[in-house]
Structures are given as C-alpha cells and as structure tokens.
Nanobody, 123 residues
C-alpha cells in the first residue's frame, strides 16, 4: 500500500525559499510518477510539478524557473525546492503518486495522496 507524508511547510516572506519533502513508502513500479499539487482556499487543486522515475521533470508555467522537483529513489523521498516565493504560492501542498507524469496537472490521474503541508507567503 502506497503511503505519502509531506513535511516542510512554513510561513515565509515574499522572496524567501522553502523545501518540501514527501516520504514515500510502498511505491510499486506502476506508481511511475510522483508529483506536487497545491490548493488555495476557494480554488481548485492544481498540479505544480511532476517527476518520473528517471528524473524527468515537468512544471506548470507559474512556477517554472522558481521551483525544482526531485526524487531520491534510494531513500524514497520526493522534494520540492521553492525559491523566490510569492504570495500567490500560498496554499496547501500535497504530494501524489500515479502511473504517468504526462498529465501531472490533473488530479484524477493520481491515485494516492498525502495529507498536505501548509505554505504561507506574506508580502
């Protein structure tokens, strides 16, 4: 059974940085893609970034160049390095696992989710 547990969320000022971590257990080969999503109050959950087992990463336009997703398959940890944070990045951040990163921005393609970690960016 796949289990995901996020950590690293915090409150920071605009321009600051955070690194989120997601401890992954029980991932099988079929759970090829690991991704980060976020959801702000009153908004839909959106895909932020996805990475496949080979390390190939994809990003949504609003974070490209500021965020970096990576995975340590030996330690079973997924990371999201977030730099140059903006107030619009404020949200609950979730890690998720699924079969393919082709549709990393679509929540319904992911079968397992963590509980989330809160990121708050103040101006």
């Amino acid at each position: 059974q796949v289990q995901l547990a996020e950590s690293g969320g915090d409150s920071v000022q605009a321009g600051g940085a955070l690194r989120l971590s997601c401890a992954v257990s029980g991932v099988t080969y079929s759970q090829y893609c690991l991704a980060w999503f976020r959801q702000a109050p009153g908004k839909e959950r959106e895909g932020v970034a996805g990475v496949n087992r080979d390390g190939y990463a994809s990003y949504t336009d609003s974070v490209r160049g500021r965020f970096t997703i990576s995975r340590d398959n030996a330690r079973n940890i997924l990371y999201l390095q977030m730099n140059s944070l903006k107030p619009d990045d404020t949200a609950m951040y979730y890690c998720a696992s699924g079969r393919s990163c082709r549709y990393f921005q679509i929540p319904t393609y992911f079968t397992t989710w963590g509980q989330g970690t809160q990121v708050t960016v103040s101006s």
